[in-house]
């Protein structure tokens, strides 16, 4: 039995981790069926829609796996650097930043990569990519380097009442932990599932926490090379850290209450592969989208449009039948195109003339347009 005041590093079984397969085993065939539909969906695109397809997962990644650990990236700059690496249209979009484009770069080289080995010389660069200019927010970091001297903890709460998450190996530790990591993850065990590898790559780089900032993206650029050989995919078909994102808070007591305890992992990778299922769920949803998107514009090829009228039709054919609030109406219309109140009723009048559009019956304020899909 693990001591009650032990971390899962201080186990003297770590880090022979234990699962009960028979209670993975149920989760881990529905993330299985989710994984398999996503990736046949992706073969229903044309070679144009799934760029278009991949590089949203792309923009969603390294959106949330930076606002999990609280960094709100600009959308527009992040689309902006996946573009520009996918060869995708940029128009109007700004030029990124080095830390964006970093980031994009270190997500790229774990997936497009994914054969080449996990070195200790990578994990140095892609925490460097992360930090180009040497500071996190006004803090100043070890940038290319292992963490120092200091303990590594995790504390929440006032001075006098602090509470301690997670502490990390000492550094005298850190580098013969990091390579046997690298040793177990660039020949782990033959037959391993690798939904499993993945959450086990994740909870043990992790635990490890080398590097004084950016552990959490790191853990799941890592995540994501595994799920790509996995799949034996340079590109990733759905966002686990926009799941991730979604279960903030259960990811981190997941994790957690795994630290505290021995080196039974069941329930981490219950809820890891389960992640998996969701993330992958809704990636199909995604790709249907934007099949619908295609067939929408196919139906309406032949028809004049202007640009305005373009963008607000993209932006509720990208909301789904679903995600836009309080449908289309003059107000809105406005407020996309910048235009006046009497251009944007002439325009969506002309919309539902097309047949692109139609109203919703409602009344009052109410009144408004839906999509005609």
Known sequence: MPSPHAWIWQQPEWPEFRWDASQLLPALSRARVAQGKVLGSLRLLDPDLTSEAIAAILVEDGLTTSAIEGERLDPDAVRSSVARRLGLATAGLPVPSRAVDGLIEVLLDATQHHDQPLTKERLLGWQAALFPTGFSG????????????????????????????????????????????LTWFNAPPAGMDGLLRAGLAHLWFVTLHPFEDGNGRLARAI??????????????????????????????ETLERTQRGGVDVTNWLVWFVRQVEAAAELAEQSVGMTLGKARF????????????????????????????????????YMG??????????????????????????KGGRSSGYELVR
């Not at 595994?226 to 034996?232: C, G, N, R, T």
């Not at 514009?297 to 309080?326: I, M, T, Y």
């Not at 910048?338 to 969506?348: I, P």
């Open 223 to 252: 995540t994501d090379m595994a799920l790509s050989q996995d799949e034996d995919q340079r590109m990733r078909a759905f966002s686990l850290s926009a799941q991730i994102s979604r279960e903030r808070e259960a990811y981190y």
């Open 138 to 181: 006004l803090h100043r970091v070890r940038v290319g380097e292992w963490r120092g001297d200091e303990p590594m903890q995790v504390i929440s709460g006032r001075i006098g009442r602090e509470t301690v998450h997670f502490v990390a190996p000492p550094r005298d530790l850190l580098e013969n932990e990091i390579e046997r990591f």
């Open 297 to 332: 514009w196919l139906r309406h090829q032949a028809l004049e449009l202007n640009e305005r009228q373009k963008k607000v039709l993209n932006r509720l054919l990208e909301a789904g039948p679903d995600g836009f609030q309080g449908d289309m109406n003059t107000r809105k």
């Open 336 to 361: 996309m195109t910048k235009t006046s109140r009497a251009t944007a009723y002439r325009e969506l009048s002309d919309l539902v003339d097309k047949g692109c559009l139609r109203p919703t019956g």
